[in-house]
Protein backbone atom coordinates (compact mmCIF):
# COMPACT_ATOMS: atom_id res chain seq x y z
CA UNK A 1 0.00 0.00 0.00
CA UNK A 2 3.09 2.10 0.83
CA UNK A 3 3.55 2.48 -3.51
CA UNK A 4 0.01 3.97 -4.03
CA UNK A 5 0.80 6.80 -6.52
CA UNK A 6 -1.91 10.16 -5.13
CA UNK A 7 -3.73 11.18 -8.18
CA UNK A 8 -4.12 14.68 -6.99
CA UNK A 9 -0.26 14.86 -7.00
CA UNK A 10 0.46 13.62 -10.35
CA UNK A 11 -2.39 15.78 -12.08
CA UNK A 12 -0.68 18.94 -9.80
CA UNK A 13 2.84 17.88 -10.99
CA UNK A 14 1.96 17.70 -14.63
CA UNK A 15 -0.46 20.75 -14.64
CA UNK A 16 2.71 22.69 -13.29
CA UNK A 17 4.96 21.25 -15.86
CA UNK A 18 2.88 22.15 -18.04
CA UNK A 19 2.43 26.06 -16.99
CA UNK A 20 6.20 25.95 -17.05
CA UNK A 21 6.53 24.97 -21.01
CA UNK A 22 3.74 27.20 -21.87
CA UNK A 23 6.12 30.11 -19.85
CA UNK A 24 9.11 29.02 -21.81
CA UNK A 25 7.54 29.68 -24.88
CA UNK A 26 5.73 32.89 -24.18
CA UNK A 27 9.27 33.75 -22.84
CA UNK A 28 11.01 32.59 -26.40
CA UNK A 29 8.61 34.52 -28.18
CA UNK A 30 9.06 37.67 -26.26
CA UNK A 31 12.96 36.99 -26.79
CA UNK A 32 12.63 36.26 -30.62
CA UNK A 33 10.85 39.60 -31.50
CA UNK A 34 13.51 42.09 -29.02
CA UNK A 35 16.66 39.92 -30.09
CA UNK A 36 15.98 39.42 -33.86
CA UNK A 37 13.85 42.53 -34.46
CA UNK A 38 15.23 45.27 -32.49
CA UNK A 39 18.94 44.76 -32.27
CA UNK A 40 20.42 47.86 -32.15
CA UNK A 41 23.97 46.80 -33.23
CA UNK A 42 22.23 45.09 -37.11
CA UNK A 43 20.96 47.13 -39.96
CA UNK A 44 17.32 46.04 -39.87
CA UNK A 45 16.83 45.45 -43.73
CA UNK A 46 20.08 43.65 -44.31
CA UNK A 47 21.17 42.23 -40.92
CA UNK A 48 24.88 43.53 -41.31
CA UNK A 49 26.25 44.03 -38.46
CA UNK A 50 26.58 47.91 -37.63
CA UNK A 51 29.59 49.18 -35.46
CA UNK A 52 29.60 51.71 -32.78
CA UNK A 53 30.97 54.38 -35.36
CA UNK A 54 28.37 53.46 -37.80
CA UNK A 55 25.73 53.67 -35.78
CA UNK A 56 26.83 56.75 -34.15
CA UNK A 57 27.39 58.38 -37.78
CA UNK A 58 23.96 56.75 -39.12
CA UNK A 59 21.96 58.39 -36.25
CA UNK A 60 23.74 61.50 -36.03
CA UNK A 61 23.75 62.50 -40.13
CA UNK A 62 20.45 60.28 -41.02
CA UNK A 63 18.52 61.51 -43.42
CA UNK A 64 14.76 62.51 -42.53
CA UNK A 65 13.40 60.65 -45.43
CA UNK A 66 14.93 57.30 -43.68
CA UNK A 67 12.39 55.95 -40.77
CA UNK A 68 14.82 52.99 -40.15
CA UNK A 69 18.25 51.79 -38.78
CA UNK A 70 19.86 50.81 -41.74
CA UNK A 71 23.66 50.43 -42.82
CA UNK A 72 24.95 52.65 -45.40
CA UNK A 73 24.49 50.72 -48.39
CA UNK A 74 20.24 49.65 -47.50
CA UNK A 75 19.79 53.74 -46.31
CA UNK A 76 21.15 54.74 -50.07
CA UNK A 77 18.75 52.00 -51.44
CA UNK A 78 15.91 52.78 -49.43
CA UNK A 79 15.84 56.50 -50.67
CA UNK A 80 16.30 55.66 -54.31
CA UNK A 81 13.61 53.54 -53.44
CA UNK A 82 11.43 56.78 -52.36
CA UNK A 83 12.80 58.73 -55.26
CA UNK A 84 12.15 55.88 -57.48
CA UNK A 85 7.78 55.91 -56.02
CA UNK A 86 8.39 59.65 -56.98
CA UNK A 87 9.24 59.13 -60.43
CA UNK A 88 13.04 60.25 -59.88
CA UNK A 89 15.91 57.89 -58.96
CA UNK A 90 19.01 57.29 -60.30
CA UNK A 91 18.75 55.38 -63.93
CA UNK A 92 22.65 54.29 -63.85
CA UNK A 93 20.97 51.62 -61.43
CA UNK A 94 19.16 49.36 -64.22
CA UNK A 95 18.90 46.69 -61.53
CA UNK A 96 16.50 48.71 -59.34
CA UNK A 97 13.66 47.23 -61.91
CA UNK A 98 9.74 46.57 -60.86
CA UNK A 99 11.13 43.36 -58.59
CA UNK A 100 13.42 45.42 -56.80
CA UNK A 101 10.47 48.02 -55.92
CA UNK A 102 8.50 44.98 -54.72
CA UNK A 103 11.20 43.64 -52.43
CA UNK A 104 11.68 47.05 -50.72
CA UNK A 105 7.21 47.46 -50.49
CA UNK A 106 7.21 43.65 -49.31
CA UNK A 107 10.12 44.44 -46.84
CA UNK A 108 8.28 47.74 -45.36
CA UNK A 109 4.82 45.95 -45.18
CA UNK A 110 6.24 43.67 -43.36
CA UNK A 111 7.98 45.96 -40.83
CA UNK A 112 4.30 47.15 -40.59
CA UNK A 113 2.94 44.35 -39.85
CA UNK A 114 4.92 43.46 -37.13
CA UNK A 115 4.81 47.03 -35.46
CA UNK A 116 0.89 46.75 -35.38
CA UNK A 117 1.87 42.89 -34.03
CA UNK A 118 4.23 44.47 -31.08
CA UNK A 119 0.95 46.69 -30.42
CA UNK A 120 -1.51 44.62 -30.35
CA UNK A 121 -3.89 43.66 -27.25
CA UNK A 122 -2.24 39.99 -27.54
CA UNK A 123 1.17 40.73 -27.68
CA UNK A 124 0.89 43.24 -24.61
CA UNK A 125 -1.36 40.54 -22.57
CA UNK A 126 1.50 38.34 -23.72
CA UNK A 127 4.11 40.87 -21.59
CA UNK A 128 1.92 41.37 -18.92
CA UNK A 129 1.57 37.75 -17.71
CA UNK A 130 5.50 37.66 -18.24
CA UNK A 131 5.78 40.49 -15.71
CA UNK A 132 3.09 38.79 -13.39
CA UNK A 133 5.38 35.21 -13.22
CA UNK A 134 8.26 35.26 -11.83
CA UNK A 135 10.15 31.57 -12.13
CA UNK A 136 10.18 29.98 -9.03
CA UNK A 137 13.29 29.29 -7.17
Given at each position: ?35 C ?35 E ?65
Amino acid sequence: MTKIIQLDDKLQHSKEKKAEIIRKRKILAVQKVFQCIHCVFKCEKCGTQLGFEQERKINISADPKVPYRFCESCSEEYVDYIDRLQGKGNPEYYWHNEDWLKVWRTWIDYKGVIDRYLKSKEFIQLLDELKETRPKK
